[in-house]
């Protein structure tokens, strides 16, 4: 059972536009949500995180809205640059389960110049 | 110093072979993993320490062997691995090993292992 559903798998955008990827989860017990970028042969490496006390988080041109009705978050990227192109992950823990988190299954996002 | 280092960056292996991979940080991070990744998949964790103590080993085949000898290193001991176990071995770290304290991983940039 897959417990955080990511989409879209593939997503391409023009530099300048707005990229935005989505991550819906199931246990209602996960209460911290971060999202990862991986560049290819390099660790993923935390680039935001909220916590369901927030409905939106924002980072430079990286932004999280959190809907913990409808148990959805979504990463937005602003003015997205060709330097942004890689895999993102979003993720979902508990505080008390070690730390294990449960990941999306990735977006591979390319920005077009 | 914010990093994880893993070492080595890459390892070419033998079935019959027996290889370490080791994993430092020095963030004074008290919880650390091992992650399996296969390409165009996310992170599959396998072993949790928390504390210096095994925590979590989600079913991983005994040919995979954990090892934390203190706070700041954590090892993979390898052993007749199977060519697909041919994949990329993150370490990651976090803050704490449970309550308000949990934060988001501090990846290295890990270890492509080839099984051959």
């Known amino acids: 059972q897959q417990q955080v559903k990511q989409s879209p798998q593939s997503l391409i955008v023009q530099k300048g536009g707005i990229s935005i990827i989505n991550c819906a989860y199931e246990n209602t017990a996960f209460d911290y949500f971060p999202w990862y970028q991986q560049f290819p042969g390099k660790g993923p490496a935390l680039l935001i995180a909220?916590?369901?006390?927030?409905s939106e988080k924002k980072e430079g041109r990286f932004t999280i809205s959190f809907n913990k009705s409808a148990k959805q978050f979504s990463l937005h990227i602003m003015d997205s640059q060709p330097g942004d192109s890689a895999t993102y992950f979003c993720?979902?823990?508990?505080?008390?389960?070690?730390?294990?988190?449960?990941f999306g299954d990735g977006t591979t996002l390319t920005v077009k110049p | 110093d914010t990093e994880v280092t893993q070492t080595p960056k890459h390892l070419v292996m033998g079935m019959t072979n027996k290889k370490s991979l080791k994993c430092e940080q020095h963030m004074g991070h008290r919880a650390m993993y091992w992650y399996k990744q296969k390409a165009k998949k996310p992170p599959e964790l396998m072993f949790v320490?928390?504390?210096?103590?095994?925590?979590i080993n989600e079913s991983v085949p005994s040919r995979f062997s954990p090892e934390c000898p203190n706070s700041s290193l954590l090892n993979l001991h390898l052993h007749a691995l199977q060519p697909e176990d041919s994949a990329l071995y993150l370490c990651?770290?976090?803050?704490?090993?449970?309550?308000?304290?949990?934060?988001?991983?501090?990846f290295g940039s890990g270890t492509r292992l080839t099984v051959v």
């Open positions: 993720a979902a823990s508990r505080d008390t389960n070690a730390g294990k988190s449960t």
């Open positions: 320490y928390s504390y210096e103590k095994l925590s």
């Open positions: 909220i916590r369901p006390d927030v």
């Open positions: 990651a770290s976090s803050p704490g090993g449970g309550g308000r304290g949990v934060n988001g991983y501090t």
